[in-house]
């Protein structure tokens, strides 16, 4: 057995080593990305494609660029601030209409592009949430960052936005203030909800190892025409409404939303919507799933959902078995035409899916944005996903 898992294992790096990255619009199954650097330590590997393409470089930090071609799935051509210079956060205060050097918000908010670290371990208490401007990178790996018990991460009408590594609590609503959001222009925000990231007219984001917990609405809500989006390798725990992908049942602009969530861990207490689609594509796979108070996959106005490799585990309640949930307000039979799959997932403790739909591989060519890996390889009992500890000179 132990041989036949390295085998697949050697097969999954074999494809990982030769496929080509693909253009952006995606037409076809892709297979994972190759620009990746070869690392030299393969036993170091685990197989899954983000993690093996820099977790194994014990230089790392110096290194920490690379990690933006290590991107997979939808939002895999996030660049974040690579092309820019390296900005430390030194100071942990907050100043939302004239934020002084040294803080996260005045890096946030440049219109250069900035690879944003941080100095030390640091709790950020936000006055007002952060406005992001395009092409930035949050990089908290190597010290605990924690953005909580304020307003959190804003991503409105940007791009290219990488947010790795940084735990997001206890986020709470604000606005209707004034926030500065590029270094010429402070403006009026409207009120914000109190989402972890909420994102809203923005394209290429990706969201990668970070935790999320207890916020006072949606860990990740994407709405307004946002795209090409990838969450992978997040922990999620203690919340209701996951995350939202779609802005309304009327919002047809969305029916070109593309987003992958792929290798992460829903832990305890979670309710429902992880999660809940509308119109677009979404590519779910490598998931873990450890039970769901209402449903764990959601939609309404004909998303396509293509669940792949997962593992369910439902709880012990008798009523919260079924993964799925649509939300059909008119309450007629059009919901079985959504095309809605699940291959190859793992069904545990009474765990469905119901399927709607076209089965067939054609169906689902525009919800695929990566190769799954078996389920049966994925580690129910233990995962790497969330905020990792990395130390400075070792393999993280
Ligand atoms: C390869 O990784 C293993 C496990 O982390 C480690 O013990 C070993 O020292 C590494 N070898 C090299 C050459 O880095
Ligand atoms: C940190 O920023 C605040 C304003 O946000 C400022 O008052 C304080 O002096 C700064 N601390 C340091 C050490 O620069
Ligand atoms: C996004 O940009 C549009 C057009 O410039 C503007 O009207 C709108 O207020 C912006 N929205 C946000 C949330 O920044
Ligand atoms: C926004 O603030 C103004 C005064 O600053 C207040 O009159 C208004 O009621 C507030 N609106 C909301 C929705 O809180
Ligand atoms: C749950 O379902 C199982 C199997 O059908 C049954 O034996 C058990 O009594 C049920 N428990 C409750 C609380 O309904
Ligand atoms: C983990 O998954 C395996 C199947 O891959 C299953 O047999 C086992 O029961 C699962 N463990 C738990 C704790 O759910
Ligand atoms: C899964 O994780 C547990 C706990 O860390 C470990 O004991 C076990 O060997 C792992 N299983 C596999 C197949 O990697």
Request: proline share 4%.
């Amino acid at each position: 057995m132990a041989a036949f898992l390295f085998y697949l294992i050697m097969i999954s790096n074999a494809i990982l080593a030769c496929s080509i990255r693909p253009p952006r619009q995606i037409s076809e199954a892709t297979e994972w990305s190759s620009t990746r650097k070869q690392l030299e330590n393969d036993t170091c590997r685990t197989g899954n494609p983000v993690d093996d393409c820099w977790r194994c470089d014990p230089e790392w930090e110096t290194n920490r660029k690379m990690l933006a071609n290590c991107a997979i799935g939808f939002g895999r051509d996030a660049i974040g601030g690579r092309d820019g210079e390296v900005y430390v956060v030194t100071n942990s205060s907050d100043d939302p209409i004239n934020p002084v050097p040294g803080t996260l918000r005045y890096g946030a908010i440049q219109d250069d592009p900035l690879w944003i670290i941080f100095e030390d371990d640091m709790i950020i208490n936000l006055k007002e949430e952060l406005v992001m401007n395009s092409y930035k990178t949050i990089d908290g790996r190597g010290h605990n960052v924690e953005i909580s018990d304020g307003p959190c991460i804003g991503i409105y009408n940007v791009t290219n936005i990488i947010i790795h590594n940084i735990y997001i609590h206890d986020c709470i609503p604000c606005g209707n203030k004034t926030v500065r959001e590029t270094p010429t222009h402070a403006g009026m925000r409207g009120a914000s909800d109190g989402d972890g990231i909420s994102i809203y007219a923005s394209k290429d984001l990706w969201i990668d190892h970070c935790t999320l917990t207890s916020c006072n609405d949606g860990l990740i809500d994407a709405i307004f025409g946002s795209n090409y989006i990838t969450i992978s390798n997040n922990y999620f725990f203690n919340h209701n409404e996951v995350m939202l992908l779609g802005h309304s049942d009327d919002f047809v602009e969305d029916k070109d939303m593309q987003v992958t969530i792929a290798f992460n861990f829903f832990g305890h207490d979670l309710v429902q919507r992880m999660p809940r689609c509308r119109h677009g594509y979404f590519h779910i796979v490598n998931n873990i799933y450890t039970g769901w108070g209402k449903y764990a996959i959601g939609g309404s106005a004909n998303p396509t959902i293509n669940s792949q490799g997962n593992i369910f585990i439902a709880s012990d309640d008798n009523f919260t078995k079924e993964v799925t949930k649509r939300e059909n307000f008119a309450g007629d039979d059009e919901w079985k035409s959504w095309n809605w799959r699940s291959d190859e997932d793992i069904m545990l403790n009474g765990a469905f899916f119901t399927a709607s739909g076209d089965t067939s591989p054609e169906s689902y060519v525009k919800a695929s944005s990566m190769v799954a890996r078996p389920a049966s390889l994925l580690n129910n009992t233990s995962s790497s996903a969330g905020a990792l500890s990395c130390k400075i000179g070792q393999q993280c």
